[in-house]
């Protein structure tokens, strides 16, 4: 399974494919929650970001120079003080073969743990749409679907997920596109997975 801490959709970026260390420096719950906000809202300091978390500005800071000294995030220069540094998202696609660590002892851990938070966050995004109050356009255009009549071999799957990125990839802006009037940030969240056959008995 080739996961992607962001979409492929995002070409005009430089591609890079985490390795057994930049896994292990990533996964952890607070730090990909970190990611996540910088990600989602753009930068931010400690303080910010220990608000919204709840938690400590000094454990905050800690997890945010671990994320720097692993390339995926860095100070925005220019911006703060000596005390408070304004961090920022590295703009690249961060792509993980999760194939390359799954017989890895070394690696199997961290990989379990960036799993499961990962696919915790997909839900938490969801919920968080749910408990918003949105108006009937909103409502209209949403979508949380899924089907189970599909029946495919890997190789069908693959192409199916590439297929799906290259529609998402026509509809990424470029960078400094305009947005059209009242359009908001949009999350498209894909999971695409095989199930296990039960017998009838």
Do not use: C
Not at 13 to 27: E, F, H, I, T, Y
Not at 32 to 61: C, F, R
Not at 155 to 162: I, P
Not at 165 to 179: K, N, V, W
């Amino acid at each position: 399974m080739s996961d992607e801490v962001e979409p492929r959709a995002a070409q005009h970026k430089p591609v890079r494919r985490l390795d057994a260390r930049s896994l292990r420096g990533l996964a952890h719950p607070l730090r990909m929650s970190i990611l996540e906000m910088l990600t989602l809202d753009g930068p931010a300091t400690a303080t910010g970001l220990s608000a919204h978390l709840d938690e400590n500005t000094g454990t905050v800071s800690w997890h945010l120079r671990h994320l720097a000294q692993h390339g995926f995030i860095e100070e925005e220069t220019g911006r703060g003080t000596k005390r408070e540094r304004w961090w920022r998202v590295v703009e690249d696609t961060k792509v993980l073969e999760t194939a390359e660590f799954h017989d890895d002892p070394d690696t199997r851990g961290a990989l379990s743990v960036y799993m499961h938070e990962l696919v915790q966050q997909y839900f938490s995004r969801v919920t968080n749409y749910l408990s918003e109050n949105w108006d009937g356009d909103w409502q209209r255009a949403g979508t949380i679907s899924d089907w189970r009549d599909l029946r495919m071999t890997p190789t069908q799957l693959k192409s199916f997920n590439d297929e799906l990125m290259a529609l998402i990839a026509r509809h990424t802006p470029s960078p400094g596109a305009e947005a059209a009037p009242g359009a908001l940030p949009i999350i498209v969240q894909i999971q695409s997975f095989p199930r296990k056959e039960r017998g009838n008995g």
